[in-house]
């Protein structure tokens, strides 16, 4: 448990802000791609963390990567 001296400020509008803009436009940009390039993207994603998950725990067969390349 946290001391109550040491707790986080609370985030200020304009940083707050300046995150959802930042989330907005790489939303932006992801719609752009084109599907070669999302299954790409997830491929990736997939190699990062199910070597992680793995450690934890057995992979269940449909968390298994996918055997291909975009």
């Given at each position: 448990m946290v001391s109550p001296d040491r707790r986080r400020p609370r985030a200020s509008p304009r940083l707050?802000?300046?995150?959802?803009?930042?989330?907005?436009?790489?939303?932006?940009?992801r719609e752009k791609l084109d599907l070669r390039e999302k299954v790409r993207i997830v491929l990736e994603m997939q190699r990062i963390c199910l070597p992680l998950i793995a450690r934890r725990r057995r992979l269940a067969e449909w968390e298994r990567p996918w055997a291909i390349t975009p």
């Open positions: 707050l802000d300046a995150l959802r803009e930042g989330k907005a436009s790489l939303r932006r940009q």
